[in-house]
């Protein structure tokens, strides 16, 4: 078998250092270019290291004899030149190291793929030979440093992620050479390449799609100039540009380098267009198919779509704005801002619809103080103020909301009917986004950035979700835009493509009638739609065999703490202010126009990077304390620490008692949760270490022991997995067998009060303590039978568990330290429960017998007979009822 490692055409010292490094984990592997590397590579193969790396030239490899082809710093297929279809035969396996964002271009059936937003290839491969404890020696991490500190800019890209700096100090640690590096990065331009720089600075021309500033620099030469990317650096550096693209004619090619250093424009998305690759700051492509002056006309095209236009107060504002009217009065004004946690209410004038003014929370509580509740809000709403426009841009709602101190800014169409509003919070938040964007491209992101705290995961959508399922999110979306309603995918299922962690627990959102649109994809798709109207949600099936839950947007508010909410319409931004935490508020956009754009409001980004669970409100506990058991749980499934504020909030609904106050129901639904993780047993500790079981069941004795149920959990977990590693048939409700365990040590009465606490019916209790009273009796006989040096039969053991429940049988297995028992109870559930005979009742009538309450003996007699191996066929089993017969 040849194996056989390779990287894109026109290789670079990234693509070089990576290859070598690989070269680490696949030893027998060839190392193979797909064509001429980079001028600059080829001088130092030439005047360097060239002797020490055993290359194999590509006219010397049997393509046909390749099984594995490991492919480096690309997987674009364009890229690969004759290894495209090598890669693209059955037999091969293909494995992939990358860092350049997801394309429709990408090599399809990867068999292993590694990929991650490093500045630099190299390092997910140095990280691979760190975790083995591999040593390579100076020269290579020599030539490896080259190529990370080339493709990070000696370290300095936006692109640049704390993991290639460690991956650059071990390779320091290797005896890699600063010095040769700095000779090799830093090296001078030549003659021709400052006639090029001199070219391109006299050719600059500024031009601005969509606001954003882009300088265009044009030179043109009759053969080839080596390291052009490197002229196009510096010119960039000399005139400190922001972002700059180059278009040069090079012999019978034209090559098209960008650089950005703004979050509007994406230049690896940009050049994609022309078969190009790169990063978001960073990209270049090369056509021969297009002339200069239609690659600059198709260029110019191509940036008033892929700029993302600025801020303007549509994008900022909440949209729709509870209103209240002229005539309402100020109690009712109080009851309002109360019930859903706003400070500012716009007052219209039912006449004309118009805006007439708004009203403070302030200024409601003080006029209550003053025994004013019945008067209307007219009386002392505030009119001096100023509203906008729409399309207003950032700058005008920076002068209004800091310049004028209007803390509530108002969002007016031409008939100055109010369609949104700007709080300070709003603003304030663009503005932050705008700077961190600007500080650094999204470390996690696949296709850049967006405004608003926006990115496109389209890429990272086709490599995480079968394709039926994306052609089911495109139906969406085209429904959603011929309804002229917003659709979004939202909560964990975002959460998990953030994480690159598998979901197809598939939430969406619809900013309108997300019932409607249900019912119109299952009509025009042969999908099974089921309404819920009171909560206005709906439950898709689709043909393909997924599951989506459709939800309309909707604002809850809560009478009472614990209560289950009520529900009203409203806005995107105001739904996601309801859910539970920031980590799952993130949305991506199916429509059309904005399909993968991904929105973050809350600061889910932040918190997912710095693994925190975090609450939207201060009041998030108390309007539903089951939300303490999901941060729990999160924080114990994804390794992440709840924020020091949310836990000082967890501590106060437990203190005031919110918890008690819960129903059984949703209790036990959040335990079911818990219970179905892979792992459930860190979150029952940190359940036991903040003193909640003592909320869930308040009546119980303290006597019983934390540690001694915490063991008991321990063994409920092995008996579980052992159980769904059998992948038997019959379905295991988990739930019950943790929570047998949990009950251990409690008396009949106690087992019984948690049974009702967590609101299972009266019959469902009785039957519950009833299986576990049998079950402790069972575990006793079992003791008994089961002595060491004692020989007991199968239908003995039989005898005993045949009636009881799967799960009352694993909670005997998990607390019984008798090996023999353990023994005795796998048997029975793997082989002896399904031991059948092979005779019936006719066989007894056909042998003499007379019909009735007899047979059902006998044939329990030849089933024990056949457990306990006196009998093994059908034969042996009708002798064995002759001979009982003739007794």
């Not at 004004?333 to 716009?346: D, K």
């Not at 039978?785 to 049988?809: F, T």
């Not at 029975?828 to 019936?840: A, D, G, K, N």
């Not at 093994?872 to 089993?877: D, H, I, M, T």
């Amino acid at each position: 078998m040849t194996e056989v490692i390779t990287s894109h055409i026109n290789t670079d010292f990234d693509g070089l250092a990576a290859m070598l490094a690989v070269r680490h984990l696949y030893p027998r592997a060839e190392m193979v270019l797909p064509g001429s590397p980079e001028r600059s590579l080829h001088d130092f193969f030439l005047h360097s290291y060239g002797y020490v790396y055993p290359f194999k030239r590509l006219k010397d490899v049997d393509l046909d004899e390749i099984r594995r082809l490991v492919v480096v710093d690309t997987r674009q297929k364009s890229r690969l030149g004759v290894f495209t279809e090598v890669a693209a035969r059955p037999e091969v396996e293909v494995i992939v190291y990358d860092h350049h964002p997801a394309t429709d271009d990408d090599l399809e059936g990867v068999d292993l793929s590694e990929v991650a937003e490093v500045g630099a290839v190299v390092t997910l491969i140095i990280e691979k030979l760190r975790e083995k404890g591999l040593v390579i020696p100076a020269d290579e991490a020599t030539v490896m440093l080259i190529g990370l500190y080339e493709d990070t800019g000696s370290l300095t890209f936006q692109g640049t992620t704390g993991r290639d700096f460690m991956a650059a100090a071990w390779l320091v640690e290797q005896g890699g050479n600063l010095e040769t590096v700095a000779e090799v990065i830093n090296s001078p331009l030549d003659r021709e390449q400052i006639s090029l720089l001199n070219d391109l600075l006299s050719s600059q021309r500024t031009i601005y799609p969509r606001g954003q500033k882009v300088v265009l620099v044009e030179a043109g030469r009759e053969h080839y100039i080596p390291d052009v990317a490197m002229v196009v650096h510096r010119l960039r550096d000399i005139e400190r540009l922001e972002v700059v693209i180059a278009l040069l004619r090079l012999d019978d090619k034209v090559y098209l380098i960008g650089r950005s250093r703004s979050p509007a424009l994406d230049m690896g998305q940009l050049l994609a267009h022309f078969g190009g690759g790169g990063h978001h700051y960073a990209a270049a492509a090369v056509t021969r198919k297009l002339t200069l002056i239609q690659c600059r006309e198709r260029l110019l095209e191509l940036l008033d779509e892929v700029v993302v236009p600025p801020l303007i107060a549509a994008d900022l504002m909440t949209s729709p704005v509870l209103t209240i009217t002229l005539a309402t009065p100020l109690v009712k004004a109080a009851e309002l801002l109360t019930r859903y946690n706003i400070n500012v209410l716009p007052v219209i004038d039912e006449k004309n619809s118009k805006l007439a003014g708004i009203i403070s929370r302030q200024v409601v509580e003080k006029a209550l103080y003053h025994g004013l509740k019945e008067l209307d809000v007219s009386e002392y709403m505030t009119t001096d103020y100023e509203p906008i426009a729409p399309g207003a841009d950032l700058n005008q709602i920076k002068e209004l909301i800091i310049g004028r101190n209007q803390r509530f800014l108002p969002v007016v169409d031409e008939q100055q009917a109010i369609i949104g509003a700007i709080t300070r919070k709003d603003l304030l938040r663009a503005l932050y986004d705008q700077e961190d964007q600007a500080r650094e491209v999204f470390e996690a992101d696949q296709d850049g950035p967006r405004k608003m705290r926006r990115k496109n995961v389209n890429g990272l959508m086709a490599e995480s979700f079968p394709a039926d399922l994306i052609m089911v999110f495109r139906k969406l979306g085209q429904l959603a835009d011929e309804l002229e309603v917003n659709i979004f995918l939202v909560g964990g299922v975002v959460r998990d493509l953030m994480l690159r962690r598998p979901n197809l627990d598939i939430d969406i959102v619809v900013e309108g009638d997300g019932i409607a649109l249900a019912r119109a994809y299952s009509e025009r798709y042969s999908a099974r739609c089921h309404c819920h109207e009171p909560f206005r949600t709906a439950v898709l099936l689709t043909e393909e065999g997924f599951k989506l839950d459709i939800a309309s947007t909707r604002m809850e508010y809560y009478d009472a703490p614990a209560m289950l909410p009520k529900v009203e319409k409203s806005s995107l931004k105001v739904d996601l202010y309801r859910r539970d935490f920031t980590i799952n508020t993130l949305v991506v956009s199916l429509n059309r126009k904005s399909y993968g754009e991904m929105r973050d409001y809350f600061g889910a980004g932040r918190d997912l990077k710095e693994h925190s669970v975090r609450v939207l409100h201060n009041l998030s506990f108390v309007e539903d304390p089951t939300r303490i058991f999901r941060a729990i749980r999160f924080e114990q499934k994804f390794a992440f620490a709840i924020g020091r504020q949310t836990l000082h909030l967890i501590h106060n609904a437990i203190k005031v008692g919110f918890v008690r106050r819960l129903s059984g129901f949703r209790i036990l639904h959040e335990l079911k949760l818990i219970c179905a993780e892979s792992n459930p047993l860190p979150i029952f500790a940190r359940i036991s270490e903040l003193k909640l079981w003592s909320e869930v069941f308040p009546e119980l004795k303290r006597e019983v022991k934390v540690l001694q149920r915490q063991t008991r959990l321990t063994a409920a977990k092995e008996v579980v997995s052992w159980y769904q590693y059998l992948y038997l048939k019959e379905k295991l409700e988990v739930w019950r067998v943790y929570f047998l365990c949990f009950l251990n040590g409690l008396s009949a009465g106690q087992a019984r009060y948690c049974a009702l606490r967590l609101g299972l019916d009266e019959n469902t209790v009785e039957h519950f303590v009833s299986a576990r009273r049998r079950g402790i009796e069972a575990a006793a006989e079992l003791g008994r039978l089961c002595k060491e040096g004692k020989v007991y039969r199968n239908s003995e053991i039989c005898a005993q568990l045949s009636d009881l429940p799967l799960e009352i049988l694993l909670y005997i297995m998990a607390g019984h330290e008798n090996l023999e028992v353990k023994k005795a109870l796998s048997n029975y559930i793997t082989r002896l429960q399904f031991v059948e005979i092979e005779i019936t009742g006719h066989d007894l009538i056909t042998a003499g017998l007379t019909p009735g309450p007899q047979f059902k003996k006998i044939l329990e007699q030849v089933r024990n007979a056949r457990l306990d191996g006196e009998v093994n066929n059908r034969q042996e089993e009708l002798a064995l009822v002759n001979h009982e017969r003739n007794l």
